[in-house]
């Protein structure tokens, strides 16, 4: 064999900061296979790359089946490897729809792909793939076909189990997950009975000509058992919610109380007296303030639990940690983060205990700028715990709270007045603010629902909302400035196509929105400020807010458009949030006197890391949302026939969504319930209508509907159209909107290609 002199690897030096034995790097691996133009086999790259060492070798496999795995790399059946972006392809993520087709969502900035059934045959919602593109359809997206599946996204499936004879099948809870699955046995002793709610675990998934199949593996029981709402969010988007027997017998061994070797080298801020405001039923108590007068100015404490101090990176408790992302909140039910030793006990602020801390002691101007901040490592002992409740009635004047509280009514005093100087300076950078309309379900004594209350917010609220904002602000600038790999809360600027459909909107109401091609913050929220003295402002305020993208964790300080702030960061939760213990970490070891190059995670590990915890949050909110809908659902199922009042929170093609009063849940009126007559569906201004009597349905629309039908199952709730305030006077004539995507009368009408929209 010719001796072969090996490529220069430009990133040599990192991978001998991380390896004792480095091989070559991913960037190398793809510049070399790009030059030849042709995948490869193993054993070609090794001999490309020079290596002859059994152990090189080997680390070379790992590596080019790790690059599979994250998409850069593709094994043919002739076992080559090729880059994917070299060889026309694109991976991504599947995106389901329950109608049978699908959506692949490029990993880059290519346009979605549409995957027909045909091709969702084989893949299911969640599930990361490489797809060619095939072509582009009539109106004009492309179309994709699967070409690889690089990670399955389900592994368990939750579903009702039936059975007939001697076939039984499961049919998912989750709709997008295609259709039923063939129980081919059980792993489990008893037989499940026919409409149970069961799991079963994948054996072989689909393919092109057979159904996915497996076994079952665990029964939840009856349908409408109380809780089974929660198992089944559980298991559907597989919260992990037991513990691992190593996180428990690390969680045993921790002590109750603080120790002497705890505390030493930490600042003792025992004699101030901070307190906890959080909601009547928390149980963990994260965050402590204190405020006094400094000047003209300030001088605030937020104190938060140093979990970092007992969570140490790689242990048991630390990796459960990041496998959960986050605290999962149901009514009546948390999936804790953390171990409830710790969340619970020795990382919870309790009054009258000494706590471990990391404090964040601010300098704040009389017109709420933070002059100055500072991070320490301490010790506190907080005076008192409160709730929003309490200390909203103290302010207002309450006698007996304020006689309860004496001793800390001045502390209480402060925390408003700087409250109101923090809320002047974010007013004053543009910060933007919507209402938001939240709901609480209260149980009766039986754990059926009592009723569905609105959540209201108090002055209490918005004082630790400032503080923490305040805090936050601050360890993001104190991480940006010294280059430490850390994750960032990153909100990103409306797309310009959105900012274009939403102008269009208010135009409609003779509303603007500032700021050319890129509006401010300020821009927003001066428009913000305009819809709040509007009688429509419920209407106008969702397509603002739907105009923003969702916030999201990065390793890249991006800053954050809605709180105009140009460095933002998550410091205040770590009891329930992992990228906050992760800011935790990087602060401490820069407290330590330690420099970027030796910290534990690289900025490489950081971005991943943003990754999965955006990806945990976004888990965590969705399976909240389902069980309170399912709850809702529950709610009005003894309510069908009543006739109820509403307004109409979203538009379709299809109909109009309609959230019911004192339920606080939406309700969807098709639209053959409307009253008789083709009606066109007009997305930029959200509404409908009416071909020959000009009639409109829009946004924000007050309705009367009748409860028709409510299904558990797929958490939906038919309404039937029964009138509105004025339906008897002549409507206004409603402009006609330009080419219709469609005009319905008895079921929506598809596109020309017979395709469903996405």
């Known amino acids: 064999m010719t001796s072969r002199r090996p490529p220069k690897d430009p990133y040599r030096e990192r991978e001998a900061a991380r390896y004792e034995q480095p091989i070559a790097s991913r960037e190398l691996i793809l510049e070399l296979l790009a030059k030849a133009g042709r995948p490869l086999p193993a054993e070609h790259i090794a001999e490309r790359l020079a290596l002859r060492a059994d152990w090189a070798r080997e680390a070379l496999a790992r590596r080019l089946s790790a690059m599979v795995r994250d998409g850069q790399l593709l094994l043919d059946r002739r076992g080559r490897y090729g880059p994917v972006q070299e060889m026309a392809l694109l991976r991504g993520r599947v995106s389901a729809h329950r109608d049978g087709y699908g959506f692949l969502i490029p990993d880059g900035d290519h346009p979605d792909l549409y995957l027909s059934p045909r091709e969702m045959r084989v893949v299911m919602d969640g599930d990361r793939v490489v797809a060619a593109v095939s072509g582009v359809d009539a109106r004009g997206r492309y179309e994709g076909s699967i070409v690889e599946v690089l990670e399955r996204r389900h592994r368990r499936v939750v579903g009702r189990y039936r059975r007939d004879g001697g076939f039984a099948w499961l049919v998912p809870d989750d709709r997008r997950l295609g259709s039923e699955i063939v129980v081919t046995g059980s792993a489990i002793h008893g037989e499940a009975r026919d409409g149970q709610i069961a799991v079963v675990e994948i054996t072989h998934y689909a393919d092109r000509q057979q159904p996915a199949r497996g076994l079952l593996v665990e029964v939840l029981g009856e349908h409408l058992a109380p809780g089974m709402e929660i198992d089944i969010a559980l298991r559907k988007h597989d919260l992990p919610w037991q ?25 003792d801020f025992t004699h101030l007296p901070l307190i906890t405001i959080d909601g009547e039923d928390a149980r963990d108590f994260d965050d402590a ?18 979990v970092g101090h007992y969570v140490r990176p790689a242990s048991a408790i630390d990796t459960e940690a990041h496998r959960r992302g986050t605290s999962v909140y149901f009514p009546q039910r948390v999936i804790p983060m953390l171990p409830e030793a710790l969340s619970n006990e020795l990382c919870s602020l309790k009054p009258e205990v000494e706590r471990l801390a990391l404090v964040c002691e601010m300098s704040i101007g009389p017109r709420g700028a933070i002059k100055d901040y500072r991070f320490v490592r301490g010790v506190i002992r907080s005076h008192a715990r409160t709730t929003y409740t309490q200390i909203a009635a103290v302010l207002a004047g309450d006698a007996a709270l304020r006689a309860r509280y004496e001793a800390l009514l001045p502390h209480i005093d402060t925390l408003q007045r700087l409250y109101r100087a923090l809320d002047g ?3 004053r950078r543009g910060a933007v603010e919507f209402e938001s309309a939240e709901a609480r379900i209260i149980y009766g004594e039986d754990r059926k629902i009592d009723r569905i209350e609105p959540v209201t917010r108090t002055v209490a609220h918005c004082i630790i909302e400032e503080c923490m904002i305040a805090a936050n602000r601050c360890a993001a600038e104190f991480l940006n400035a010294r280059g430490l790999p850390a994750l960032y809360r990153v909100h990103d600027r409306p797309a310009a196509e959105k900012v274009t459909a939403l102008r269009s909107f208010l135009a409609e109401f003779g509303l603007q929105l500032g700021g050319g091609d890129e509006p401010s913050p300020a821009d927003y929220r001066a428009l913000m400020e305009v819809i709040a003295e509007r009688p429509d402002r419920d209407l106008l305020q969702t397509p603002v807010l739907r105009s923003f993208k969702q916030a999201v964790y990065d390793a890249e300080c991006r800053g954050h458009f809605g709180l105009a702030l140009d460095a933002y960061a998550h410091f205040t939760s770590p009891i329930r949030r992992y990228p906050d213990l992760l800011v935790h970490r990087a602060i401490a070891h820069a407290l330590r006197g330690r420099k970027a190059k030796s910290y534990h995670y690289t900025g490489e590990q950081m971005t991943a890391l943003g990754e999965h915890c955006s990806l945990t949050e976004r888990r965590a909110d969705e399976a909240t949302r389902e069980v309170v809908a399912w709850l809702k659902c529950e709610f009005l199922q003894d309510r069908v026939g009543e006739v109820m009042s509403g307004q109409v929170s979203g538009v379709a093609a299809f109909g109009l969504f309609v959230t ?4 606080y849940t939406e309700g969807l009126v098709h639209i053959t319930a409307l009253p008789e007559d083709y009606y066109h569906f007009d997305p930029v201004h959200h509404r409908l209508v009416g071909e020959r009597r000009r009639r409109t349905f829009r946004l924000g629309d007050r309705l009367t509907v009748r409860v028709m039908r409510v299904d558990l199952d797929e958490r939906k709730i038919d309404l039937d159209y029964v009138g509105r305030d004025g339906e008897g006077t002549p409507m ?11 005009k319905t009368r008895g079921k929506a009408k598809k596109a020309a290609n017979g395709k469903p929209r996405r």
């Open 243 to 267: 513990w691992p027997a190593e996180v428990e017998d690390e969680a045993a061994a921790y002590k109750t109380r603080v120790t002497a070797a705890d505390k030493r080298g930490r600042e």
């Open 289 to 306: 303030v204190y405020a006094e007068p400094a000047g003209r100015g300030w001088r605030l404490l937020v104190a938060i639990a140093d």
């Open 425 to 427: 300076e974010r007013r």
């Open 660 to 663: 019911l009063d004192g339920a």
């Open 732 to 742: 206004s004539a409603a402009p006609a909107p330009g080419k219709s995507p469609g």
